[in-house]
């Protein structure tokens, strides 16, 4: 984790023996006789986790708890993430996976070159264009070749449009639920025509400079979020200010907006 908030790491597993391992260690997770002699912290059952080389466990050892591990399925989206819990060098519990998966598949790669345990919360789906994230660390491949943190270009630009990089994973969630500021917006709310009309509204409601506005509802436009979904915003404030009894920033609204959008 940075001075600036949650770190995220992208991991590719686009091969077929590689998503082969996301399935059973990442999404399924590992049953406790599996793992119970092999790690001394108590973790939720079933047990997630993903494995690094040595070289690249080195290189990453400062990954902490609450940073994200982002994984890359193919066809340039990224499917899953999930929040760090922890990681060390396991060989001893690496190995016991292998002796388990040699049993059920001829190949156990890459659990042979493994040498650290990243300890992970259960993994949420999510669907994230790679090419518009690479986009924002300056990458011109649309997957990643190898485990790599999120590098700065890229943090930067995700926490001044997202807040964090948690707000910017939650807003790819499509498991997220309604906030509860959604039962109050009746499918009749004011709808406009046109972006500059939601500038104009959120503009006043809000007490925000228009050209400040527009920067951040553009940002919506190229998400491609209908122009209805944008027109909740002036209910949202009002919604916000109501509820909160403090100043709303339009980046708290955009953020909300975008969660209830990937339902």
């Known amino acids: 984790m940075t001075m600036d908030g949650s770190s995220l790491y992208l991991v590719?597993?686009?091969?077929?023996?590689?998503?082969?391992?996301?399935?059973?260690?990442?999404?399924?997770?590992i049953e406790e006789r599996t793992h119970q002699n092999y790690i001394n912290e108590n973790h939720d059952e079933p047990l997630h986790l993903w494995g690094l080389p040595q070289q690249k466990g080195e290189r990453h050892r400062r990954m902490d708890t609450g940073d994200f591990l982002l994984f890359y399925l193919g066809d340039e989206r990224y499917r899953y993430a999930a929040r760090v819990l922890g990681i060390e060098q396991n060989r001893?519990?690496?190995?016991?996976?292998?002796?388990?998966?040699?049993?059920?598949?001829?190949?156990?790669?890459?659990?042979?070159r493994w040498q650290y345990?990243?300890?992970?919360?259960?993994?949420?789906?999510?669907?994230?264009?790679?090419?518009?994230?690479?986009d924002y660390a300056g990458h011109s491949s649309n997957r990643p070749f190898n485990t790599?943190?999120?590098?700065?270009?890229?943090?930067k630009a995700i926490t001044e449009e997202y807040g964090d990089?948690?707000?910017?994973?939650?807003?790819?969630?499509?498991?997220?639920?309604?906030?509860?500021?959604?039962?109050?917006?009746?499918?009749?709310?004011?709808?406009?025509?046109?972006?500059?009309?939601?500038?104009?509204?959120?503009?006043?409601?809000?007490?925000?400079?228009?050209?400040?506005v527009s920067k951040?509802?553009?940002k919506l436009d190229k998400r491609d979020i209908p122009l209805h979904i944008v027109s909740l915003l002036p209910k949202r404030v009002e919604s916000m200010l109501s509820e909160r009894h403090e100043t709303v920033t339009f980046c708290m609204i955009r953020q909300s907006i975008l969660v209830a959008t990937a339902e």
């Open 12 to 29: 590719p597993c686009d091969n077929p023996q590689l998503h082969q391992h996301f399935e059973r260690v990442v999404l399924n997770g």
């Open 92 to 112: 001893e519990l690496i190995q016991a996976l292998e002796d388990k998966f040699s049993k059920e598949m001829k190949n156990t790669a890459p659990l042979d």
């Open 117 to 134: 345990c990243v300890y992970l919360q259960s993994p949420f789906p999510v669907t994230i264009d790679s090419k518009r994230l690479h």
């Open 148 to 155: 790599i943190k999120l590098n700065k270009q890229g943090h």
């Open 165 to 212: 990089i948690e707000s910017y994973l939650l807003s790819e969630n499509k498991d997220s639920p309604n906030d509860s500021s959604d039962q109050s917006i009746p499918e009749s709310s004011m709808q406009f025509e046109s972006v500059n009309e939601v500038v104009d509204r959120v503009s006043k409601k809000t007490g925000t400079r228009a050209s400040t």
């Open 216 to 218: 951040d509802v553009s």
